[in-house]
């Protein structure tokens, strides 16, 4: 395939979900955010396989690839919904944090322009002001970057392994796996072919 295709594409896509997923695993653990700690941890093992079955011609991978791209879709989704404080859903929420104590977004005392008070030994709760952006957007355009890099992958991921479909099926077409093809030598058998005999008579 040449490099404009849908496979050299699903490429590019595969190493900015790579590479965004790797940065936000770092800011997870520097908040202790153990739920999406192993969320990220999957994302990066699937993504390397898709990556892996894109470049090596490797559709089962690629399928595998797809298949987390749906569950990561709806994780991501399930964070907005926890950052937007949807029905009964709230940032402490234990779905994030897996009842881990002092686990909360990095992004909420360390944003831009953020000025934390109130830190005493024991407090559990500090005031944060003057925030550029509130860390709950800073989340949520993380995961909605991750939702559309997903949906873009998936797409392309359907599209490629079915090129590789369509190739094997016509490399069997014209013969590719035939015992007489051009790729593979004849095989031979116990039957003794007949070559005609020809004589030639000499003159006197």
Do not use: A
């Given at each position: 395939m040449s490099c404009c295709s849908g496979r050299c594409t699903l490429i590019a896509i595969c190493f900015l979900q790579l590479v965004g997923t790797v940065e936000r695993q770092v800011f997870d653990f520097l908040g202790y955010m153990w739920a999406p700690i192993i969320g990220n941890f999957f994302q990066i093992i699937c993504v390397i396989l898709g990556l892996f079955g894109t470049y090596q011609y490797r559709p089962r991978y690629i399928v595998v690839y797809c298949t987390w791209g749906v569950l990561w879709v709806a994780w991501n989704i399930f964070i907005i919904c926890v950052y937007l404080e949807l029905g009964s859903l709230t940032v402490e929420t234990p779905a994030l944090t897996l009842g881990a104590p002092q686990s909360i977004s990095w992004w909420r005392e360390h944003g831009i322009g953020c000025q934390v008070s109130n830190t005493t030994a024991t407090s559990t709760n500090p005031t944060v002001s003057g925030c550029l952006l509130d860390f709950t957007?800073?989340?949520m355009i993380h995961a909605a970057i991750q939702i559309v890099l997903a949906i873009i992958g998936f797409i392309y991921g359907i599209y490629v392994v079915y090129m590789f479909t369509e190739e094997d099926d016509s490399f069997d077409f014209i013969g590719g796996f035939?015992?007489?093809?051009a790729y593979q030598a004849p095989?031979?058998?116990?039957h003794m072919q007949l070559q005609p005999m020809y004589v030639t008579s000499s003159t006197c």
């Open positions: 957007y800073v989340e035939d015992s007489y093809s095989q031979k058998t116990s």
